[in-house]
């Protein structure tokens, strides 16, 4: 074989062991993205009753990880939520849930119970973003008369700043306000706000996420902020009990 023969040769092999070399960093990095989006769900959700519904249906009870058994005593919990939640004659109609992350997890359990509601959640939004997006919904026609806020989970945000946002909902005949949980600095400063700002404004009512949760430790994955299919169960029966008082 002539030396250019050689160095064509070579020159292949260079050829095919980038082309091997690519196609398993792409692999690699689609099963990271798969795993993520498992612990987290889409990255932004906003859908109604009029919009179409997403494409992928909630979540089965399979998960990478082995979700353990919830104790005896979770269990009756969820059970007492789940009673109280199935005496509600409500279809969700008039009910907006403003988000984050976790809000785009429990999206799908919340509209098998509340099918008509709209779901607005989003990775990573903060609670310095919620009047822009109450303003879109509103010029939408999505803002409904009962609103579900859920966020601080990605950073804190100030009384001056919740303050205003209730405000803007001052006219809805009633507002949830959700604590949060994460293993966070900034999860007590947060969660304080919401109980000392929210009990201010008489169309308020606080859900605490972060003490129904407490001990709960098998409706988490692993980073203690998003939550399994038992979890997501469990939240969504909390959040149609509390509408439920209205």
């Excluded at 993205?33 to 498992?38: F, H, I, V």
């Excluded at 430790?217 to 997501?232: A, E, I, R, T």
Aim: proline share 5%; glycine share 8%; net charge negative.
């Amino acid at each position: 074989m002539d030396k250019k023969n050689v160095w064509a040769a070579k020159l292949l092999w260079v050829i095919v062991a980038f082309i091997i070399s690519g196609a398993v960093i792409w692999l690699f990095g689609t099963m990271l993205q798969k795993e993520r989006q498992q612990a987290m769900g889409d990255t932004s959700i906003v859908y109604n009753a009029d919009a179409a519904r997403m494409d992928s249906p909630p979540p089965s009870d399979s998960s990478p990880e082995v979700e353990k058994e919830p104790s005896a005593n979770a269990s009756q919990e969820s059970s007492i939520a789940d009673e109280e939640s199935s005496n509600v004659a409500v279809d969700g109609t008039g009910v907006t849930m403003i988000g984050d992350s976790v809000t785009v997890g429990i999206a799908p359990y919340l509209q098998e119970k509340l099918p008509r509601m709209t779901i607005d959640g989003k990775v990573d939004r903060q609670m310095s973003q919620a009047n822009e997006e109450i303003s879109t919904l509103a010029a939408g026609g999505n803002l409904g008369d009962r609103v579900i806020i859920e966020l601080g989970t990605n950073g804190p945000f100030s009384s001056e700043q919740l303050r205003s946002v209730l405000q803007s909902l001052s006219r809805s005949k009633q507002v949830l306000l959700v604590t949060v949980r994460a293993p966070e600095p900034w999860v007590d400063s947060v969660n304080t706000t919401i109980t000392e700002i929210g009990r201010k404004f008489p169309n308020v009512q606080i859900v605490d996420w972060y003490g129904a949760s407490a001990g709960k430790d098998q409706y988490f994955y692993n980073d203690g902020v998003h939550l399994k299919p038992s979890g997501s169960r469990y939240f969504t029966s909390l959040l149609v009990a509390a509408l439920a008082k209205s």
